[in-house]
């Protein structure tokens, strides 16, 4: 079953919840949020405290969804290389921390897109890499490049190439 994400259209969204719960000096109802979001506890602790000024800075609110949509998929190998290369842009972009954190943008989507990139992009492997591998002859493997991720990530959270 598909989990919903995204109570929140956006990060100011989720500060202004945990700001008005630790008003109400409602601590389990704040613990709960930070754990529906996928932040971490001791991020949490360091609002509870008082010594962070919100629950979440883009970049972990950014970094919360995507690590609970990554346990929901129960990604792998090169799709968990792809989730933590998104990460990545996160960190070069706060923009990107918003789009991945918008509730009508699911990681799903980046992955099925850069899966179907490579599956139309096959290249047939060299003989020599193919006999070393001990492949059979002329196989074909489909390739998602980093250039080709990120081209996709933009247009897919950022609206870069296309409508969002």
């Not at 100011?12 to 700001?19: G, V």
């Not at 930070?34 to 000024?53: L, R, T």
């Not at 609970?68 to 921390?97: N, Y």
Request: hydrophobic residues 45%.
């Amino acid at each position: 079953m598909e989990r919903k994400f995204g109570v929140f259209n956006t990060i100011e969204e989720l500060n202004m919840a945990a700001a008005a719960q630790k008003a109400e000096g409602d601590i389990e109802a704040l613990e709960a949020l930070a754990a529906e979001n996928g932040i971490e506890w001791d991020d949490a602790a360091d609002y509870i405290d008082d010594i962070s000024p919100a629950l979440a800075t883009p970049l972990m609110a950014a970094m919360g969804k995507l690590d609970l949509e990554e346990e929901e998929l129960k990604l792998e190998s090169q799709l968990k290389d792809w989730k933590d290369f998104i990460v990545l842009l996160c960190t070069e972009d706060p923009e990107m921390c918003h789009g991945v954190f918008r509730p009508d943008r699911h990681l799903a989507d980046v992955l099925a897109e850069g899966l179907k990139h490579a599956s139309e992009n096959r290249i047939v492997l060299p003989d020599v890499l193919i006999k070393k591998a001990g492949l059979p002859a002329r196989t074909a493997i489909g390739m998602t490049g980093r250039d080709e991720l990120r081209r996709i990530a933009e247009e897919y959270y950022l609206g870069k190439g296309e409508e969002a």
